[in-house]
């Protein structure tokens, strides 16, 4: 490898070092066990939320059927006075009037057991909403106190993430255009580190790849050779392998 390429790698190498230093900072944010409480009870309280929603949603349901038993009810209470008050005039109207006390009967029957069944809903439904409530406030104050923590962490690494960026950002600027494109592209497609050494083989003059590990083939091994150009691409995982020596 010529000297003025044998730079631009060991540039790009130094910036990969700072790379990995701001990105392992970042995996320890994001797998910070605060976080992820937060996340739990993020979650928690989400559902507890839609529970208590879902139990206002019930519990208008059940005051609309129980306005309208109530009217069904204090209408055949109207009809039951009204027959109650009436005069008799004769054995057929009598039985009509019997018939038609009967029914009612049997319809007040009926009002009385949806009524019940009312009451056992509006007791279930108003259960369900305390615990969401009471299990909803406990949620949201293990989520304070996680975000407490995990901000804590993160306050603590800000020093250092500002000054790795503001090394990587001065770092780029003397990077070889072509070899940061190169660079970029790996990272995007989660090769990383996109840049690996050249791991010796067991066979002489031999190269694997220090990024998958794969043995290099012959054209490789010749690119990476003291006659070669220094570095080339591993077929497998597309990294750029490098032998500076």
Known sequence: ?????????????????????????????????????????????????????????????????????????????ALLAELEAAETVGEEDLESRVRRLESLKSKFQTADKKMHDIDEKSKSVCKRRGDALKYGNAAKQKFGEARDKHNALVGSKADEIARLKAELDQMRQQLDQKLFEEYTSLVN?????????????????????????????????????????????????????????
């Open 1 to 77: 490898m010529d000297e003025t390429l044998k730079q631009k790698f060991k540039v790009l190498l130094a910036y990969q070092k700072k790379d990995i230093e701001l990105r392992k900072i970042n995996l320890t944010l994001e797998r910070d066990a605060a976080l992820a409480e937060m996340n739990k009870h993020k979650r928690a309280f989400n559902e507890a939320k839609q529970a208590i929603s879902d139990c206002e949603q019930t519990a208008g349901g059940l005051l609309e059927q129980f306005a309208s038993l109530q009217k069904y009810i204090d209408d055949n209470e």
């Open 189 to 245: 497609d989660n090769k990383f580190p996109p840049v690996v050494p050249a791991a010796p083989s067991d066979k002489k003059d031999m190269f694997n790849c220090g990024g998958c590990g794969l043995s290099l083939p012959q054209n490789s091994n010749a690119k990476l050779s003291a006659q070669g150009q220094g570095w080339c691409r591993c077929e497998n995982c597309r990294r750029m392998i490098v032998h500076l020596s």
